[in-house]
């Protein structure tokens, strides 16, 4: 059983940045995407990482400001928000699984195939 826990959230100004950070023990051979839900809303994917991180990929709505890594030595994914808004206002969700179609510019953001999920960390922007 994969545990997975969040952390960074937390209120910042339109335009700032923040960085979440999701940690696993063994999660080494997982992609790991990051989605976010905003009350009233589905939820959605905002990025993800393979296993090696050889491939991300980003919704739309986040790119150029949004940048997924992750550090397999110390079980750690990271996703730098830059240039906050205040429609990136939700609480962030990181997932772990293992379907070889993630991830991929086939099914991109999609959350089929996590299995794992964590508790979630609140992000507010507003000024």
């Known amino acids: 059983q994969l545990q997975l826990v969040e952390s960074g959230g937390g209120l910042v100004q339109p335009g700032g940045s923040l960085r979440l950070s999701c940690a696993a023990s063994?999660?080494?051979?997982?992609?790991i995407g990051w989605f976010r839900q905003a009350p009233g809303k589905e939820r959605e994917g905002v990025s993800c990482?393979?296993?090696?991180?050889?491939?991300?990929q980003y919704a739309d709505s986040v790119k150029g400001r949004f940048t997924i890594s992750r550090n397999n030595a110390n079980n750690t994914v990271y996703l730098q928000m830059n240039s906050l808004k205040p429609e990136d206002t939700a609480v962030y969700y990181c997932?772990?699984?293992?379907?070889?179609?993630?991830?991929?510019?086939?099914?991109?953001?999609?959350?089929?195939?996590?299995?794992?999920w964590g508790q979630g960390t609140q992000v507010t922007v507003s000024s």
């Open positions: 990482i393979s296993s090696a991180g050889a491939r991300t």
């Open positions: 063994g999660f080494i051979y997982y992609t």
């Open positions: 997932a772990a699984g293992r379907w070889s179609t993630s991830c991929s510019a086939t099914y991109p953001t999609g959350d089929y195939g996590y299995d794992y």
